[in-house]
């Protein structure tokens, strides 16, 4: 049976309106709105002139209803003031990452959750001293943040939007904890994003207080103190003269040079002239770029999973096969990963026997 959710779907993950796929596919927009309501069934050649136009397999819509994230359950960051063709078609690539996830459980076993339930009082800043206590992490740098999510059960997953207004996002789903970061944002944006991501999982589970800004700034005091904490940055920077010792330390803690400059002022380390005075230094000389780059952290659990997979036959072709998935939407999900031999044809049922993966954080 073709399904029409399928097809609002994939419509809304090429940002397209109901005119304007119409339009690409040669049809009317009341032709397209009669398919999205089910009031009427494309027929067979329709069904190839939207799949072209989308770059979906035509299987792709005669599947089962697909579970998708809703606004409300993601933490987007300025969900106010972003388009919603750039929340639909990034929602959208959340629903491909929850397939492909199931795809793997069924295989794997991953990581159990190992969070810890906030009380909707805790502050910020403790959060993120009990969640490093609990983790035995101490006060010492974070090697590698996506690592160290994966290893504590959460899945993370790459973005490929192209666009200013989603940095990343993350929502509980079936007690399982998903993060997704945009990997168009600097290595150390992206290291932040993914302790922020972090805080709205600790601190908001149950929901947040009313005001997206309230919500976002607690995310934002989780992030830094969890990168940084208090205690080291005093001890490793007691007095800052100058831009140079700024991005000296941020080297340490793997955070971009205005993370440094905001998390010096908060702890009282340099005054309000300092800290507006370094601001203006940083957006004239590192607008465009990170002083002392880092390099971008990628995947160890879906490294290893494709790993496997590989030994057993089955490439990201096979995988996307078996999903009705474009196999771009796949790469875009795993930090292009999947640049695996093209072993295809094998199917689904060469696939069922159970791997299992230890990551270490």
């Not at 793997?254 to 010096?264: E, G, I, T």
Request: aromatic content about 10%; charged content about 25%; glycine content about 6%.
């Amino acid at each position: 049976m073709f399904n029409p959710l399928r097809l609002s779907l994939a419509r809304r993950r090429k940002k397209l309106t109901k005119k304007a796929l119409a339009e690409a596919a040669g049809f009317e927009q009341k032709t397209i709105i009669r398919y999205e309501s089910g009031e009427v069934d494309p027929p067979a050649e329709s069904v190839a002139a939207l799949a072209a136009v989308l770059q979906f397999p035509p299987l792709f819509f005669f599947g089962t209803d697909v579970d998708e994230p809703s606004a409300e359950a993601a933490s987007f960051r300025s969900l106010s003031t972003m388009p919603a063709r750039d929340r639909d078609a990034a929602l959208a690539a959340g629903a491909f990452a929850f397939m492909f996830s199931d795809w793997v459980d069924s295989r794997f076993h991953l990581p159990e959750c190992d969070l810890f339930d906030c009380k909707e009082d805790t502050d910020p800043e403790a959060a993120a001293r009990i969640l490093r206590e609990k983790w035995g992490i101490g006060e010492r740098p974070i090697r590698n943040m996506v690592h160290l999510l994966e290893s504590k059960g959460i899945r993370v997953f790459s973005l490929a939007e192209n666009t200013k207004t989603v940095d990343a996002f993350s929502m509980w789903r079936n007690d399982v904890p998903y993060v997704f970061l945009n990997t168009t944002k600097t290595a150390e944006r992206s290291r932040f994003d993914a302790a922020h991501e972090l805080g709205h999982l600790v601190l908001h589970k149950h929901g947040g207080p009313q005001g997206g800004r309230i919500v976002e700034d607690q995310a934002n005091q989780f992030a830094s103190a969890f990168l940084m904490p208090e205690s080291q940055v005093k001890a490793k920077m007691p007095r800052v003269d100058s831009l140079a010792n700024i991005v000296s330390g941020k080297q340490y803690w793997k955070v971009s040079v205005a993370a440094l400059n905001y998390r010096l002022h908060k702890l009282g380390i340099t005054t309000d002239w300092q800290y507006r005075n370094f601001c203006i230094q940083i957006a004239e000389r590192y607008r465009q770029v990170e002083p002392q780059g880092i390099s971008r952290e990628t995947s160890t659990v879906w490294e290893k999973v494709l790993g496997e997979l590989r030994t057993e036959g089955i490439s990201k072709t096979t995988i996307a096969n078996d999903l009705a998935l474009p196999v771009f939407e796949i790469e875009n999900l795993v930090f292009r990963l999947t640049n695996m031999q093209s072993i295809d044809g094998l199917g689904e049922n060469t696939a069922k026997r159970t791997g299992h993966l230890k990551v270490v954080g």
